[in-house]
């Protein structure tokens, strides 16, 4: 609150900087003086009730000081409302007419209060024009050759002080020279100033119009996607249909359903059924992508129980790892609840893609998958493999849709890369956390943190 009064006591309304300057200055030594005098008043109230016999001296002073307070209010109100250059002459005619009477006529002219005079010579050169400061030094020299003319006709048989006046004249040279320094450099910052705010307003202008170009590039993008994804979802939805078909009929010739077919011919019809599998699977996968991406899949969930999500999970994965000549083995954590509320669908998915993603890259060894209670909230699921492991600098980017370790052109293994992409999306669905360990040549842990939800327990029946 204090700052916020002496900043609007400071306040000027000029549009020129350098005016305003110049305003903002006289209005600080006004308020300084105006200060300094209060003080002087406040002293004197005191010298006169402590020494009464100073009571003639407090008289004569007491008026100056009053009328002095009332011309610098007057100033003050000029330079705020009127014409600066009025105030600031008026302020040094002022000053230069206190000076002439502080002192006795000698000291004025040549002893002690002589190098006052010197001050409104610096201060015109800022409060006013810097050459403004030799017409103080003139007015300063006039008023002291009054002085010494009328008041001391002894003195140098009535020469002016020319060493006084020519003094005066070497301080107006000095302050010309600072002020017109200072003022030269006001100038040029004030010059820098104006280009740099034009810099600005032209870069800030340039990045609204890359903004804006940003938030238009993002948007088509969020378009393009949109319609990639419904695009993948409708080739995907209609592929299936004749996937389907295609097993179906399979099926029922090597069941003969319309003749006897040859070995050879139940042969090919097999593979024929192995092909449509893999590539049914695979338009899964981007069927669940497209939906996750869209975020049209929701979850079922239901209670289920962990032991036979586990057995459904070894029976889809075993004859697999049996034809890798791979081990796959299970471990459920007894103290876990036999029922868990979750959707068994999505959990089996999971499970099954990173085991499959396992075998894959397993040559020796097997899988273990463990489903345990971690603690009171959670539960998990882990799938570790002894295969060889992923670098440093994959981890980071393996949950990607169509990302994959290996060199496309020379991979050995098949998919579009998106099994872990679509289980990362999955858990993230289900509030669950992915956790990755793995270093070259140790194999690799995928670690699914779900939270653990029980079943509400029946209502009795009445």
Known sequence: MKFKIIKNLLEVSSQDPQDARRRKLLNILL??????????????????????????????????????????????????????????????????????????????????????????????????????????????????????????????????????????????????????????????????????????????????????????????????DRLKSMFVSIISHELRTPLSAIQGFAEMLIAEVFGAVSQEQIGALERIIANDKHLLNLVNDLLDEARLSAGQLSLHVEPFAPKALLGDMYVTMSVLAEQQELSLTTELDPLLPETLQGDQKRLHQILVNLVNNAIKFTEKGGIHVRIYQTDAISWAMNVTDTGPGIAEEAQKYIFEPFRQVENPETRKHKGFGLGLSIVNQLVTLMDGKIILTSQLGEGTTFSIRLPLMLPEPALPKE
Not at 49 to 55: E, L, M, N, Q, T
Not at 156 to 174: H, K, L, S
Not at 206 to 221: D, P, R, S
């Open 31 to 224: 308020i300084g003086i105006y200060t300094i005098s209060l003080v002087a008043l406040v002293i004197l109230l005191f010298i006169f009730i402590v020494a009464p016999s100073f009571k003639g001296t407090l008289f004569r002073l007491w008026p100056a000081i009053t009328a002095f307070l009332l011309g610098l209010t007057i100033i003050y109100l000029i330079n705020r409302y009127g014409a600066e250059w009025i105030a600031a002459t008026i302020f040094l005619l002022l000053l230069i007419t206190v000076f002439a009477f502080v002192d006795e006529p000698r000291q004025v002219v040549e002893g002690r209060a002589l190098f006052l005079f010197t001050v409104p010579i610096l201060i015109s050169s800022v409060i006013l024009r810097p050459w403004v400061s030799f017409i103080a030094a003139g007015i300063c020299g006039l008023v002291i050759t009054i002085l010494a003319v009328f008041n001391l006709p002894d003195y140098a048989q009535g020469v002016p002080p020319i060493p006084t006046i020519v003094g005066f004249f070497t301080v107006a040279f000095v302050s010309w020279l600072s002020a017109r320094s200072l003022e030269d450099a006001l100038v040029d910052l004030h010059t820098i100033n104006r280009e740099l705010d034009q810099r600005v307003e032209l870069r800030t202008h340039e990045l609204k119009e890359a903004n804006q170009e940003l938030a238009n590039a993002y948007e088509q993008l969020k378009e393009l």
